[in-house]
């Protein structure tokens, strides 16, 4: 638990959300108009019970689960409370980002609500904006307890974050992945088989720095004998925190290349602009995954390069759709003991 947030335990008092605070303008939205990743933090009044959190669907009007949606309360008491943390979120759905105008500056904001269960019960957990964290440090000064200053001073059962406008700064041009120029001695081909049609090899990279913004993806197709460039096909683009391409990606771009007339002859690279650019935070990876068909007598094939491998870097889906069992290609043997050659165009984005 942060330093911060054991100072503050006393004042939540009752169950609540402390991180973030209500009505709260913690700084500037990022290049695609996503919140930068922010701390989901509070206490409870018992141990060892979950606290669920949810963020509102601006189109819809209804509360919908925060992933990870449900935490536990720790067990080690803090100041008469029990902490709990989701840690720091990355809120990019854009049903979840509505936009309002304050004092004729565009923001883009947020909702969040959360219950901790007890009993089989949901009790919504209390939540407060500056005034009541004020207002219930005055209260305890003053002699009540810390129960009736949290109950007396909370200011309602939801959160609203907001994040000023995007504003450019300086900027770190940089490429991931198979890096341009990059020589192959090695060159092998990857594909699926008939019994594999439409399964997914993913690339996964590694921003130089954060937070990064992804302009564009390329990769490279083989046009010759039974590959053929030209079939029809999907890349998905996500991104990762643990190194994997996830079981159950949340897909935030999806490419479909249409079907296409191409003359034989060696490989063709397709490159892909993602507009707005995909902001990628510190600790994340860049994930782009490209479905292989193959009906028996074209296919989609992929070069690879055995002289470049990076362990960790090219996957295989084992599915057609998640969930997917992801393993790294090395796992097939020598043969696949390779690096996709995918890449990643895009700069560091220094903006205040």
């Known amino acids: 638990m942060s330093k911060k947030l054991s100072l503050c335990a006393a004042l939540c008092l009752s169950a609540c959300i402390w991180e973030p605070m209500d009505d709260s303008v913690p700084g500037r939205a990022r290049l695609d108009g996503t919140p930068p990743p922010f701390e989901v933090a509070g206490f409870g009044i018992s141990g060892g019970v979950p606290i669920e959190i949810e963020v509102k669907n601006q189109v819809t009007g209804a509360f919908e689960p925060l992933a990870p949606a449900t935490t536990t309360a720790a067990t080690d008491l803090v100041d008469g409370l029990y902490a709990w943390s989701l840690g720091k979120q990355k809120l990019r759905r854009p049903e979840h980002i509505g936009t309002r105008t304050v004092a004729g500056e565009v923001q883009r904001f947020v909702e969040l609500r959360g219950f901790q269960i007890s009993d089989g019960r949901r009790n919504q957990l209390l939540t407060f904006d500056r005034a009541g964290r004020d207002c219930v440090d005055d209260k305890i000064h003053a002699g009540k307890t810390a129960v009736q200053a949290g109950q007396e001073c909370h200011t309602g059962n939801t959160v609203t ?11 770190t041009p940089a490429e991931l ?3 341009t120029g990059t020589r192959c001695e090695q060159f092998n081909t990857l594909y699926a088989t008939p019994g594999e049609n439409r399964q997914w090899a993913a690339s996964v990279m590694t921003p130089p720095g954060a937070p990064f913004a992804v302009e564009n993806v390329s990769y490279r197709l083989v046009q010759q004998g039974a590959c053929d460039a030209g079939v029809a096909h999907t890349v998905n683009v996500f991104v990762t925190r643990d190194g994997r391409p996830a079981a159950r990606p949340d897909v935030l771009r999806t490419f479909t290349v249409d079907e296409a007339s191409l003359p034989a002859g060696g490989t063709l690279t397709k490159t892909l602009r ?21 009906d028996g007598t074209r296919r989609v094939c992929l070069p690879t390069c055995a002289d470049r491998y990076t362990p960790g870097t090219s996957w295989w889906s084992n599915a057609v759709n998640a969930p997917f069992s992801w393993v790294d290609l090395s796992s097939f043997g020598p043969a696949f003991t390779a690096q996709i050659d995918v890449r990643a165009s895009g700069f560091i984005d220094a903006a205040p």
Do not use: T
């Open 177 to 179: 992945g198979f890096v």
């Open 274 to 294: 993602l507009d707005p650019p995909l902001v990628v935070e510190d600790g994340e990876k860049l994930v782009v995954s490209v479905q292989l068909p193959n």
């Open 161 to 171: 974050v907001a994040w000023r406008p995007y504003q450019p700064g300086p900027r």
